[in-house]
């Protein structure tokens, strides 16, 4: 039955790519044009927002840490960076969407239905790992390194080192927390299944303890914070393939029976 279902997406996409010789090389240009365009406009609209507004949401942002400033020049460089910074992020959704809009009449409709109703999982899962960064890690992360340096030195933080710092324990776990939607979909696509994850168990936790060497602050209790929903969530995506796997099982035997 799946052998079935697959070589039907195959004639479609093979019928699509022949339909599609009659559009122009200059109409797909066009397209893309339109869609850098969208996205460049959505991202100055972002960053005059988060500009204008930065005087007022940075104090909460900060939290009261005590930050300082080298210079003049480095206030309106800092203002800038990070207004860029959060308007891109901020943007993402938004271009994420235009390129959805780009690539759909190239999909046939079961590639459709997935990347559709995958979308609003990506944002909660994006969102969550933001949360979880900013709420739990950095703040944690933050002081604790801090106090560790007050011992032997006196700290000063600057604003560019504080937002970097912010944005590396925040905006890496909104990509991390999409691991569900990454392996549902190589599960949709034939090339993993709950076996095979279960099998592989030891050595998906063992890169996940590498990743979060990569993106976490170094020292062993933000690793261990970091890794935990890491590998909650490999365990959650295991359970979504099994009820996914129980599913077509029970489709396939009504479809027999019938």
């Known amino acids: 039955m799946e052998e079935k279902e697959t070589e039907i997406v195959k004639q479609k996409r093979r019928k699509l790519t022949q339909e599609d010789n009659m559009a ?9 044009r339109a869609v850098v365009i969208k996205s460049a406009i ?18 909460y942002v900060s939290k009261g840490a005590d930050i300082v400033v080298l210079g003049p020049f480095e ?21 994420c969407w235009f390129l959805w809009q780009f690539m759909k009449p190239g999909l046939v409709e079961r590639e459709t239905m997935f990347i559709k109703s995958s979308l609003p999982g990506m944002l909660v899962l ?26 032997n030195f006196d700290v000063l933080v600057t604003a560019d080192e504080y937002m970097s710092f912010l944005l590396m324990t925040t905006i890496p776990f909104g990509l991390i927390f999409q691991l569900p939607v990454v392996i549902l979909f190589l599960n949709y696509i034939g090339l993993l299944d709950a076996e095979i994850m279960q ?3 030891k050595y998906a936790y063992f890169i996940l303890l590498v990743v979060t060497a990569l993106i976490a602050p170094p020292d062993l209790f ?30 396939a035997q009504k479809e027999a029976h019938s």
């Open 24 to 32: 122009s090389l200059t109409e797909h240009l066009m397209d893309l």
């Open 42 to 59: 959505v991202i100055v609209i972002w960053f005059v927002i988060v500009f204008a507004t930065v005087t007022w949401w940075f104090p």
């Open 75 to 95: 206030v309106i460089r800092f203002y800038i960076q990070t207004s860029g910074a959060i308007s891109l992020g901020l943007s993402i959704p938004f271009i």
């Open 126 to 151: 994006f969102i969550a790992g933001v949360t979880f960064g900013y709420f739990i890690v950095h703040p944690i992360s933050y002081f604790f390194l801090i106090s560790m340096g007050e011992r």
């Open 199 to 201: 099998n592989m168990r």
């Open 222 to 251: 933000t690793h261990l914070i970091t890794l935990s929903p890491m590998i909650l969530l490999y365990e959650i995506s295991i359970i979504l393939i099994k009820r996914r796997d129980k599913k077509k099982a029970k489709k």
